[in-house]
């Protein structure tokens, strides 16, 4: 399998890189600075671009079965579009080229699925980055493409266990972080399982 990873110099999208080259998945990483990247392998390639720029976008999704986005906002907790803008330009491409699988790296609470006054608390204090996520997820269900949203908990730089649990309805009972890396290992997962085409999944440890 050939999988394209938007954001792929963040942090779970630095996971999705290691652990697909060394699973022996033809990868290729969209990156604005290649520098960032920290993994080099026989099976990668990397693409200078920007997400921001649909030709460019379109351009390197062609020739790929699949796609992993781990796209962030750069603004933070502002309010911002900029996950929504990116996903039209990634969805664009794919349908350019045909390519109809692609799992998106979302939060928990796009949903308002966390529990409790905590969980209001923290999806009043996400309230903008949820929303862009929300939008983005909206577009990727309309436009008939194979997905899986993965809603993870906070996550954390904590080391890959493998261990974590799931939720297809809300999040797993009183979860509250996900190493980066385990989320990563969900992505890859997702993407080779059929049972989770066309799904939203919770994660957290």
Not at 37 to 53: I, M, P, R, W
Not at 181 to 193: C, I, N, R, S
Request: one cysteine or more.
């Amino acid at each position: 399998m050939k999988i394209i990873v938007f954001g792929a110099t963040g942090g779970v999208g630095q996971a999705v890189v290691k652990q697909a080259v060394e699973s022996g998945l033809e990868v290729t990483a969209f990156v604005r600075t290649p520098e960032k990247l920290k993994t080099s392998h026989e099976n990668l390639t990397v693409v200078q671009g920007d997400a921001f720029k649909p030709a460019e976008v379109s351009a390197a999704i062609a020739g790929h079965d699949a796609v992993v986005s781990c796209l962030g906002s750069s603004q933070g907790m502002k309010k911002s579009s900029e996950l929504e803008e990116m996903t039209k330009h990634i969805v664009a491409g794919m349908q350019e080229h045909g390519v109809k699988r692609i799992v998106y790296t979302a939060s928990a609470g796009i949903n308002n699925e966390l529990p409790g006054m905590s969980g209001k608390l923290m999806m009043g204090m996400l309230k903008n980055a949820l929303i862009d996520h929300r939008a983005a997820v909206d577009w990727i269900e309309s436009h008939g493409l194979v997905y899986t949203i993965a809603r993870p908990m906070g996550l954390t730089n904590g080391d890959f266990t493998g261990v974590y649990r799931e939720a297809k309805e809300g999040v797993p009972e009183k979860s509250r972080t996900i190493p980066r890396a385990d989320v990563a290992h969900f992505l890859l997962k997702a993407l080779k399982d059929p049972s989770y085409e066309n799904t939203s999944v919770g994660i957290a440890t």
